[in-house]
C-alpha cells in the first residue's frame, strides 16, 4: 500500500521509536517471557530460576525507563530444548 504522506511515516516511525509507554497505553508493553534453557544444562530448574530473575530485574522502575509488562506477574512459559543428535541423547530408541 503506497504512503501517501511521506512524512507522516517517518513522524510515526520515530514517535514510536522513542516514546515511553504510559500506565494507561499498551504501546511497547511486554506480555510474556519466553524462557529456554537446554536439556544438558545440569541444573535445568536453577537455570530458569536465574534467568527469571534477570528478566524481571530488567523491569523499568521509573516512569521513562523499559521495559514494563502488560501485567504483574507477567505470564511465563519455560521450554526445555532437547538436541537429539546430541552425543549424551539416549541412543535406546
Do not use: N
Request: net charge negative.
Amino acid at each position: 500500500m503506497p504512503s501517501s504522506t511521506p512524512w507522516f511515516e517517518a513522524w510515526r516511525t520515530v514517535f514510536l521509536q522513542v516514546q515511553y509507554p504510559s500506565d494507561h497505553e499498551f504501546l511497547k508493553h511486554y506480555l510474556a517471557c519466553i524462557i529456554v534453557v537446554s536439556s544438558e544444562d545440569p541444573d535445568p530448574v536453577s537455570c530458569v530460576q536465574t534467568l527469571w530473575s534477570a528478566c524481571s530485574a530488567s523491569t523499568g522502575t521509573g516512569p521513562h525507563q523499559l521495559p514494563k509488562w502488560f501485567f504483574s506477574p507477567a505470564l511465563q512459559f519455560h521450554v526445555l530444548l532437547h538436541d537429539a543428535s546430541s552425543p549424551t541423547a539416549d541412543s535406546s530408541r
